[in-house]
């Protein structure tokens, strides 16, 4: 089996309201410093038809901040 990298717009990706990882601002600054210096190197793992993200909230939320228009998912 292979995992399929897919690059979605954020507006079609849906985080989960039942996350149970909180990622205050500073956490969110850091994932955005990376994101700079090394490119978005993890996707954004999504699941169902609504795209609900199951793994990488805070890559999404700091991508939002970047105004980054989409994101690599699996």
Do not use: W
């Not at 507006?11 to 090394?38: G, M, R």
């Not at 795209?51 to 991508?63: Q, T």
């Amino acid at each position: 089996m292979e995992l399929k990298v897919i690059y979605l717009p954020l507006a079609e990706l849906t985080p989960d309201e039942h996350n149970a990882k909180e990622h205050p601002a500073d956490q969110v600054e850091q994932i955005k410093e990376s994101i700079k210096t090394f490119k978005m190197c993890d996707p954004i793992g999504i699941a169902g038809d609504n795209n609900l993200i199951i793994e990488g909230h805070g890559r999404y939320m700091a991508l939002k901040e970047l105004g980054v228009d989409k994101a690599p998912c699996i």
